[in-house]
Each structure stands twice: as C-alpha cells, then as structure tokens.
C-alpha cells in the first residue's frame, strides 16, 4: 500500500476537493459567530433593501408568530438578544452544533488532500482522518438536537410565552445520522485492518 497512488489529474482533483471542504470547515466555525453577532440575518426589502437581524426566525413556528404579531413582543426579543451574556450563550450553543460538524469536514478535507499528495502511505493515512471523520460524524448527529433545543429554550427567555425549557428531537432523523456513522466508522475501521494483515503478510513473505 505505500506504492498506492492516483493518477495527476485525480490528484489534482483530490486535493482542490480536500482544499474546498477545509474551506467550508473555517467557514462553519466563522457562521456560528456571525450567528452570535448578528442572529438570522435577513435581506428585507421592504424600506429600501438592506440586511437586518431577525431573531424570530430562529424560533419555531408558533412562538415566531407570536411574536410577528405584537410589535411589542418583537422589540422584547430584539432587547433579549441584544444583551452580551445572551448573545455568549447563544454562540455557545451554536458551535455544539458547528464544531462536530466542521470536525467532520476537515477530515475528510485532510484525507482527500493525503490522497492528493504523493507521500508514504497516503492512503493509510487518508483513512485515518476519515475515521476521525466519521467519530465527529457521530457526535454531530447527537449534537446538532441539543444545539437546537438549547437555542430554543434561550430564545424563550425573550418571548411572550416566557422563559421554558424546549426540546427538539427527530429521533428518525438522529437515528439514521448515527447508523450511518457508525456503518462509515466500521467500513474504515474494517479497510485498515486489511492493510495492516497486508502488511503483515508482506512482511512475513
């Protein structure tokens, strides 16, 4: 296996896609504080086209229309969102979701760029970053329910309904995240274990 290469042009391909997921990485992290800065910005064009903040859209349905109904209940949430020890909590619960899946998309960029180079073992070490993937892949699909649920419940301290805890969980949709993490994990784990026993083999030859 250390003799394993691509050819140029897929390569090439290799590593501008690892270089493009790495990119989407950074650019995850650097969302979830634009997020805490600015919490759902909107392009309205109603007085003239501007961005604006929006912060009842990251509410669900029924609360965002309570809220869209009382300019009232609109100014209160705005001041909620606007103090700095919120504006923490929400960056905090934003990047429980964010970084396991920015973990996720650098190691896949980190492997299809091993698989670009022409180094010892690249493919070895492609799959070692694609394990790690697959962990934050796992992690994520716990994640991203908890990062929901504890941005619901901060928000909630802003609107008409009062303060509540609120949990978001689409058991189908955790469910399946994590059987296919795990079905990656063990494909991987399986793939290095028939290159060690390759190895081993050419060894013993």
């Given amino acids: 296996m250390d003799k394993y290469h691509l050819s140029a042009r897929k390569a090439r391909l290799c590593r501008i896609a690892g270089a493009v997921f790495l990119l989407l990485a950074i650019c995850n992290v650097a969302q979830a504080f634009v997020i805490s800065l600015w919490p759902a910005p909107v392009f309205d064009c109603k007085t003239g086209c501007r961005w604006r903040s929006d912060p009842a859209g990251m509410l669900d349905n029924d609360e965002r229309l309570k809220v869209a109904a009382s300019p009232e209940a609109e100014r209160r949430l705005s001041a909620h969102v606007s103090r700095p020890i919120v504006r923490a909590g929400l960056l905090g619960v934003v990047l429980i979701?964010?970084?396991?899946?920015?973990?996720?998309?650098?190691?896949?960029?980190?492997?299809?760029?091993?698989?670009?180079?022409?180094?010892?073992?690249?493919?070895?070490?492609?799959?070692?970053w694609l394990r790690r993937a697959s962990l934050a892949a796992i992690v994520w699909a716990i994640a991203q329910p908890v990062s929901a649920?504890?941005?619901a419940s901060l928000l909630s301290l802003g609107t008409p309904s009062g303060g509540y805890w609120y949990i978001m969980v689409d058991f189908a949709d955790v469910g399946i995240g994590l059987m296919l993490a795990m079905a990656a994990y063990a494909t991987i784990w399986a793939l290095e274990a028939g290159i060690r026993a390759e190895r081993e083999l050419a060894d013993f030859v």
């Avoid at 979701?97 to 022409?118: C, D, E, I, M, T």
């Fill in 97 to 128: 979701g964010s970084l396991p899946f920015a973990l996720l998309l650098l190691g896949v960029g980190a492997a299809l760029r091993h698989l670009g180079h022409r180094s010892p073992n690249p493919l070895g070490r492609a799959l070692q």
């Fill in 149 to 151: 649920s504890l941005r």
